[in-house]
């Protein structure tokens, strides 16, 4: 929305269309295995369940589920690095509903 010329609506009554969704799934596992056995690359997967409306229409133009996940590295700092690989995560999906939503204008 920053790089548009979009603006976010204070409430839903004043708002043209409603982008909402919801975490349907969070995972932080696994990635890579180093050579001790122990995890040297975690990834945290995301998945979120959204739908995007026009606010004179009752039927959503959309519903479906979207992804992102990122990777980090566990043995660092894991609380920070899981934190920032789910705001990556989060990032990815953000700008794949913003572009679902615009792509048909």
């Known amino acids: ?4 010329k979009l603006r ?3 409430s839903a009554e004043n708002a043209d269309a409603i982008l909402d969704g919801s975490i349907a799934t969070y995972s932080n596992r696994p990635f890579s295995i180093g050579g001790d056995e122990q995890a040297d690359q975690n990834q945290v997967m995301i998945t979120v369940k959204a739908s995007f409306l026009f606010t004179d229409n009752d039927t ?5 589920s979207f992804s992102g996940n990122f990777t980090f590295d566990p043995t660092d700092d894991p609380i920070s690095g899981e934190q920032n690989a789910a705001d990556e995560a989060l990032e990815q999906i953000a700008n794949s509903m913003f572009n679902d939503a615009v792509s048909n204008w």
């Not at 929305?1 to 548009?4: A, K, T």
């Open 1 to 4: 929305v920053n790089q548009s």
């Open 60 to 64: 959503p133009e959309w519903n479906k």
């Open 8 to 10: 976010l609506a204070s």
